[in-house]
């Protein structure tokens, strides 16, 4: 069954004299490639599907514009501008009644409220509920690579910052948005699983212990490799040069995938991970050395406090 409706995509495609088109969908939405492509087909446009995986906005296949004039990005909103490209956020609804169960959990009348760009629509829906039940839901912009009000990525949590509350309501799937949340406003978080109606409390501590073990596995590593990601959206170079003038052991390393193997041929004793921030911190487990992230590396070089260790965000420049 074809999830995505593809009528606004046709009208927008025709608007810009589009002739071919290329299509690119994250893991979770790949199966409705070929429905889609057939949809665009019959609406006169000649297509091709990017088969190359896809993990966000940030990893364009800018490769296919070769062959096509528009490149329509599914699942995400933009994280940078290319005229070239429509992004096609994909809207997955819910009760908002369910905000019902984190309300026992919420200690203050006035909480900033956050969530992914998938229900990222019903923010204002959300915040109303909240005032129904006389809390003031603060809901804040974010910055150029979160550019819709309470949105945040896993890589930037400006929108939950930019609240200055002192509590925060993230309404969402999976422990790593909360997490970071926490750790980059430093306030009290509650997190809300939309589809299970599980709310819990947020403590970030087992993340940074787990972390800390991972620094002192690398602290005595001969070589480190800075890896910088050849990604559209996940080059920060100029952070990349910053964190190898900081040791002699340094050196820059461009990646495409951060892959295990590749460390293993490259042969550094530890990395440094300028690319998608959620490496480190998700994929620690798959790779066979310890892979800091640039705020863990600025601590094991003297240039930063333990007690400023911070989350590592891709903010927009
Ligand atoms: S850099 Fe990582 S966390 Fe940020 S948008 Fe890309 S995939 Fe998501």
Request: aromatic content about 6%.
């Amino acid at each position: 069954m074809l999830l995505i409706p593809v009528s606004d995509i046709i009208r927008r495609l025709s608007e810009r004299g589009a002739k071919r088109v290329a299509l690119q969908f994250p893991a979770g939405l790949a199966r409705q490639a070929p429905g889609v492509a057939a949809a665009l087909r019959d609406a006169g446009f000649e297509v091709i599907v990017s088969g190359d995986p896809c993990y966000g906005a940030c990893d364009l296949a800018l490769d296919t514009l070769t062959y096509a004039d528009v490149l329509v990005h599914f699942g995400h909103a933009p994280v940078e501008d290319r005229s070239s490209v429509i992004y096609e956020p994909v809207r997955i609804d819910f009760d908002v009644g369910v905000l019902s169960r984190a309300l026992p959990m919420l200690e203050s009348r006035r909480v900033g409220l956050v969530t992914t760009v998938q229900h990222v629509h019903l923010v204002g829906a959300m915040a109303a509920y909240l005032g129904e039940h006389g809390i003031e839901a603060v809901v804040a912009p974010g910055d150029g690579r979160t550019p819709l009000p309470g949105q945040v990525l896993g890589c930037n949590f400006a929108a939950a910052r930019a609240t200055g509350a002192d509590e925060i309501l993230f309404v969402g799937t999976g422990v790593f948005h909360p997490t970071g949340i926490q750790l980059a406003t430093r306030a009290r978080v509650v997190a809300l699983d939309p589809f299970t109606g599980e709310a819990r409390i947020v403590d970030a501590s087992r993340l940074v212990r787990r972390r800390a073990a991972v620094m002192a596995k690398a602290e005595d590593a001969a070589s480190f490799g800075i890896i910088v990601s050849t990604k559209s959206g996940q080059q920060r170079m100029g952070l990349a040069r910053r964190l190898a003038a900081l040791s002699d052991r340094a050196f820059l390393v461009a990646m495409r995938e951060v892959s295990p193997a590749g460390m293993l041929d490259l042969g550094f004793g530890a990395y440094v991970n300028t690319a998608c921030p959620r490496l480190a911190y998700d994929d620690q487990i798959r790779f066979p050395v310890p892979v800091l992230t640039p705020p863990e590396f600025e601590i094991l070089c003297g240039a930063r406090a333990w007690e400023d260790y911070a989350i590592d965000e891709y903010l927009a420049p």
